[in-house]
């Protein structure tokens, strides 16, 4: 991303602090970071923070006697390869949607020549409401880059999406944006087919056996697909994640409606990566009614899931079957030896311990020829690593 030039805008809202840690890896990459800011954004990050972070002079008044003619809103934005908003207010997307333009990052917004990719941030029902949803879909139906939101805690207190995407992950999107990858495009005309989060297996109606998996690394591996060029479906267990780009989403809840999702597209796909962290017991008998507290204990019998990665790669023409190994201990002797049980050509393998929820991973690739290290970086990141990967391992189709 050396000397790529790109402007970033600041809204107002309390996610503007995350533009202080945006900026300076932006910097750290490489990229010339020109930086405009709402009057908003001024109350909640200073002018003097961001131009010690970019090395830069911070542009705010549309009127601002620094440039000649006063023409801002033409000038600054004519030598930038991106424009940025993080975060991006739900009434700046408003403006955007539909070309308003009364500031002087708004204005240069709508007199670009160059992309524009924003990151939204705002409350969870400012988020949901019909009009953000029919803005956001506006946006991208004109060519604008929408990342995120997240979900999660809120300064508000509550709960939900609409969170801004995480700094290193906005900046993951920037340098693959950037990017002239061999990958995109490598998987043009393949089917994917994903599994990503974890599954619950009931106990009684108000209790389940689950797992930590938060989906993320799934969901990257789908959107990496898809970006790509492949044609993803994706099959999820219950997690609060948006469904990526183009990617056609399965919500299941158990192991068994996993299987029986993956076993009605297994066969058309060319590529079977099962990332979802599938339980391998299942309550035998679960109660229909709540089981009450009796005896200061309970008891539960368990029997066996199916081994949906397994039944796959034993078909008679299996698709590319890559398989995820999270250890918490011993991770080369364990994953080498999934590879070698299962029969797969790939597996991924990681520590649980430095993988499930977070945001970042480190990765490392298994097969016949030994270990290939991807590194640590953001989960978005080392999916489309695993994905350029795959799509070299693929026979060339004739």
């Given at each position: 991303?050396?000397?790529?030039?790109?402007?970033?805008?600041?809204?107002?809202?309390?996610?503007?602090?995350?533009?202080?840690?945006?900026?300076?890896?932006?910097?750290?990459?490489?990229?010339?970071?020109?930086?405009?800011?709402?009057?908003?954004?001024?109350?909640?990050?200073?002018?003097?923070?961001?131009?010690?972070?970019?090395?830069?002079?911070?542009?705010?008044?549309?009127?601002?006697?620094?440039?000649?003619?006063?023409?801002?809103?033409?000038?600054?934005s004519r030598d930038r390869d991106l424009i940025l908003v993080a975060p991006a207010s739900a009434?700046?997307?408003?403006?955007?949607?539909?070309?308003?333009?009364?500031?002087?990052?708004?204005?240069?917004?709508?007199?670009?020549?160059?992309?524009?990719?924003?990151?939204?941030?705002?409350?969870?029902?400012?988020?949901?409401?019909?009009?953000?949803?029919?803005?956001?879909?506006?946006?991208?139906?004109?060519?604008?880059?929408?990342?995120?939101?997240?979900?999660?805690?809120?300064?508000?207190?509550?709960?939900?999406?609409?969170?801004?995407?995480?700094?290193?992950?906005?900046?993951?999107?920037?340098?693959?944006?950037?990017?002239?990858?061999?990958?995109?495009?490598?998987?043009?005309?393949?089917?994917?087919?994903?599994?990503?989060?974890?599954?619950?297996?009931?106990?009684?109606?108000?209790?389940?056996?689950?797992?930590?998996?938060?989906?993320?690394?799934?969901?990257?591996?789908?959107?990496?697909?898809?970006?790509?060029?492949?044609?993803?479906?994706?099959?999820?267990?219950?997690?609060?994640?948006?469904?990526?780009?183009?990617?056609?989403?399965?919500?299941?809840?158990?192991?068994?409606?996993?299987?029986?999702?993956?076993?009605?597209?297994?066969?058309?796909?060319?590529?079977?990566?099962?990332?979802?962290?599938?339980?391998?017991?299942?309550?035998?008998?679960?109660?229909?009614?709540?089981?009450?507290?009796?005896?200061?204990?309970?008891?539960?019998?368990?029997?066996?899931?199916?081994?949906?990665?397994?039944?796959?790669?034993?078909?008679?023409?299996?698709?590319?079957?890559?398989?995820?190994?999270?250890?918490?201990?011993?991770?080369?002797?364990?994953?080498?030896?999934?590879?070698?049980?299962?029969?797969?050509?790939?597996?991924?393998?990681?520590?649980?311990?430095?993988?499930?929820?977070?945001?970042?991973?480190?990765?490392?690739?298994?097969?016949?020829?030994?270990?290939?290290?991807?590194?640590?970086?953001?989960?978005?990141?080392?999916?489309?690593?695993?994905?350029?990967?795959?799509?070299?391992?693929?026979?060339?189709?004739?």
């Amino acid at each position: 991303m050396t000397g790529k030039r790109v402007l970033l805008g600041i809204t107002g809202g309390i996610a503007a602090y995350k533009a202080a840690e945006l900026t300076r890896l932006l910097v750290k990459a490489g990229a010339d970071v020109r930086v405009a800011m709402t009057e908003a954004a001024t109350h909640f990050v200073g002018t003097a923070t961001m131009q010690a972070l970019s090395g830069q002079a911070v542009w705010s008044d549309l009127w601002d006697p620094r440039v000649n003619d006063a023409m801002g809103h033409i000038e600054l934005s004519r030598d930038r390869d991106l424009i940025l908003v993080a975060p991006a207010s739900a009434d700046f997307m408003a403006k955007l949607a539909h070309g308003l333009c009364d500031d002087l990052l708004s204005t240069l917004c709508v007199a670009r020549r160059c992309p524009l990719m924003v990151a939204p941030a705002m409350n969870v029902e400012m988020w949901q409401n019909p009009a953000t949803v029919r803005n956001a879909e506006t946006l991208r139906a004109d060519g604008v880059q929408i990342v995120g939101p997240a979900s999660g805690g809120q300064a508000c207190g509550e709960m939900g999406m609409g969170r801004m995407t995480e700094p290193a992950d906005i900046l993951a999107d920037v340098q693959f944006f950037f990017q002239q990858k061999p990958a995109a495009g490598s998987l043009s005309g393949r089917r994917v087919l994903v599994t990503a989060g974890p599954t619950e297996e009931p106990v009684d109606p108000v209790r389940v056996l689950t797992n930590t998996s938060s989906g993320k690394m799934g969901y990257a591996v789908a959107r990496a697909a898809r970006e790509a060029g492949a044609e993803v479906t994706l099959i999820s267990g219950p997690v609060s994640l948006p469904t990526p780009a183009g990617v056609a989403r399965i919500d299941v809840r158990t192991a068994r409606e996993m299987f029986d999702a993956v076993k009605k597209d297994a066969s058309s796909a060319d590529v079977f990566i099962s990332v979802a962290a599938v339980a391998d017991y299942r309550v035998k008998n679960p109660s229909k009614q709540k089981i009450k507290k009796a005896n200061g204990h309970l008891s539960l019998e368990l029997e066996e899931n199916p081994d949906i990665l397994a039944w796959v790669a034993a078909l008679p023409k299996p698709p590319f079957c890559v398989g995820f190994a999270a250890e918490s201990e011993n991770l080369a002797q364990n994953a080498k030896a999934k590879l070698a049980k299962k029969k797969l050509p790939l597996i991924v393998g990681n520590l649980a311990q430095e993988a499930m929820g977070r945001d970042d991973s480190a990765i490392t690739l298994y097969d016949a020829k030994g270990e290939h290290p991807l590194g640590h970086g953001p989960k978005l990141e080392l999916a489309r690593k695993l994905v350029e990967h795959v799509a070299g391992r693929l026979p060339h189709r004739k």
